[in-house]
């Protein structure tokens, strides 16, 4: 019984920063924003949205009512979480209208937890296979205004669901995992941004790669030439370059061109979005299916997780023959539609979150075109409208 991601689907802001203008703002050279890593442009998270209705927004569209009745499991991974008890998993399953019989939990390793929700959902599928599960990543990225992280800052979520006979993806179910106590990254309590060693996070990242890759090749008697493509986790879109570049001498001349060519398809959104953390994975794969047109039912797919603290897996995954109707189609005409703000709209929509705080607190939503808005906070309770109920 095949096993897999069935329907892929994404959500962010309707507001980006342009990477070269922030540059210029911020007194860099635009190339070292759009070579030196990778971005183009970056989603501005409004406050009308958190990882609740990001996580919500990325869902809803994909799922039909026949997915409703058979979800039994909803997982949604994110470090950046709006309760240190409640899991978000519990607003995102109210919104989304799914049954109250369904097990709902939050999941967190920094940029790696998406993968250990998917993982538990296949398995969680393989038992019940006439069941569905909803796994998630959501998470807003943020540094801090000129701080050495903020270009690579970002936001949104990445919805997957995961059934038995999956139309876009079936996972093998081999894997070769490596988790480590690095402090390379992390965020603590009384933080709202995250803390992060850039220089030693990136070597920790490249040297993770190689080890679960050889690992893998090794356990499976395989080499690189047997992957159609390589994806990877994309904190910015050079972090996955450098990994790729760093095993594609063990390739043949062809097989590294194609493993190249494959890479730019792999992080073409992820250039116009920035960093997802838990979903930033997800959204390459995302953007690999959608504009490679070289892909074919069969091919082989390497994924690479990654979650600084730190953990990665590397796993793989065949491309099923009628992936493309699983998929979120209307994804590039969306991102083309969303709206460029200056530096200083977004650095003001960047303090305009909702303060972390016991009081009332209200937020402008008639700008924002989403389902799922938040309005504020009543009696220290975070207030979720959805429109198409309103």
């Known amino acids: 019984m095949k096993v897999g991601i069935d329907k892929l689907h994404f959500a962010t802001s309707h507001l980006y920063v342009d990477m070269a203008e922030l540059a210029t703002a911020r007194q860099a050279a635009p190339d070292k924003y759009l070579i030196g890593i990778g971005q183009s442009k970056m989603a501005v998270i409004p406050p009308s949205q958190d990882v609740v209705t990001l996580a ?4 809803a569209p994909m799922l039909t009512a ?6 039994d499991l909803v997982v949604v991974a994110t470090e950046s979480g709006i309760d240190n008890s409640k899991a978000t998993a519990i607003y995102v399953a109210r919104l989304l209208g799914l049954s109250k019989r369904v097990r709902t939990i939050e999941m967190k390793e920094a940029c790696y937890a998406a993968t250990a929700g998917l993982q538990l959902a296949a398995d969680h599928i393989r038992v019940h296979p006439t069941k569905k599960a909803l796994v998630i990543g959501s998470d807003i990225a943020r540094y801090g205004l000129h701080t050495p992280g903020e270009p690579t800052q970002g936001g949104g979520a990445v919805a997957m669901l995961v059934s038995a006979d999956p139309q876009v993806l ?7 995992l490596l988790s480590e106590d690095i402090m390379d990254f992390w965020r603590p309590l009384y933080h709202t941004n995250a803390l992060v060693d850039g220089k030693y996070s990136s070597n920790i990242y490249i040297d993770y790669f190689q080890d679960v890759f050889q690992e893998y090749l090794q356990q499976q008697s395989m ?6 493509a390589l994806t990877f986790h994309l904190p910015y879109t050079k972090m996955g370059l450098k990994a790729l570049r760093s095993v594609l001498p063990s390739a043949d001349s062809a097989q590294q061109n194609r493993l190249l060519a494959h890479f730019e398809n792999n992080r073409y959104f992820s250039r116009q979005v920035g960093n997802l953390y838990t979903g930033s994975l997800y959204l390459g794969v995302l953007s690999l299916l959608l ?3 070289n892909l074919k039912a069969n091919d082989l797919i390497g994924l690479f997780s990654y979650g600084s603290g730190a953990e990665g897996e590397f796993y793989t995954a065949r491309l099923q023959p009628d992936y493309q109707t699983g998929l979120d189609l209307g994804l590039p005409q969306r991102l083309a539609r969303r709206q460029r ?3 200083a709209t977004y650095e003001t929509l960047f303090k305009q979150q909702l303060q972390l705080n016991a009081t009332d607190q209200q937020i402008e939503t008639a700008n924002d075109p989403h389902r799922f808005v938040l309005t504020g906070q ?5 207030q979720y409208l959805d429109r198409q109920q309103s």
């Open 170 to 176: 079936a996972l093998d179910d081999d894997s070769v």
């Open 66 to 71: 026949e997915d409703i009745a058979a979800i």
């Open 223 to 228: 080499s690189i030439n047997d992957f159609t």
């Open 378 to 382: 009543l009696n220290e309770q975070r």
């Open 291 to 293: 504009n490679d047109a």
């Open 341 to 343: 703000v200056d530096v």
């Open 56 to 59: 919500a927004n990325a869902a």
